[in-house]
C-alpha cells in the first residue's frame, strides 16, 4: 500500500494541514500505517501535483502561514479505486521476533528486556486506542454508534489497532513465563 492512500484515506475526515494529518496519523491509523511528518508533507506535494488534493492557504497572524489539504474528484476516484483492488498478503517483519528466535544463542536477558519493553510499549497504545473508543462511542453502546455514526471505517481500524497490541500484550507475558522459567532453571538471576 502507498502512503497516498493512507493519506487520501485520513483527508476522508476533512481538510487538514500536514500537521494535523501527522497528528491525525499519530492518532487514528498509526494502529496500522507510520508515516513521518518529513515523508506526508512529501506526499502531500505529489499528491497536489498529481491533482489529487488540492490545498489552500491559511493566513496566520502569529504563526506562520499553513496550507490546508482537502480531497480533489480525482482523489476520491482514487481511493474508490485502491479500495475495489484486492490487497496484498501482509507480512509480519518484526525484530524482536528474530531476536526471540535465537535467544537460546544470545544474550536472553537483554532479549527479555526488549520483550518487557514491547509489553509496556503495547499496554500504552492499547490503553490510548481504548481512550479513543471511548472517546467515539461517546457514552453509547458499540451498535448505537454503529448504527448511526456516518463513517464506521475509523472505528473498525481502532478495533484491529487494540486487537493487535491485546495479542501483543498476552504473547509478551507469555514469552517473559517462559524466559523466566528458563532462566531460573538454568540458575541464572
Known sequence: MALRNAVLAALLEGEASGYDLAKGFDASVAN?????????????ERMESEGLVRARLVQQERRPNKRLFSLTDAGFAALRSFTAEPPRPSAIRDELLVQVQAVDAGDTAAVRDAVAERLERARAKAARYERLRERLLDGRTEDEYLACSARVGPYLTLMRGLSFEEENIRWARRTLVVLDRRAAAAGQP
Open 32 to 44: 496500522f500505517w507510520m508515516a513521518t511528518p518529513q515523508q506526508l508533507y512529501r506526499e502531500l
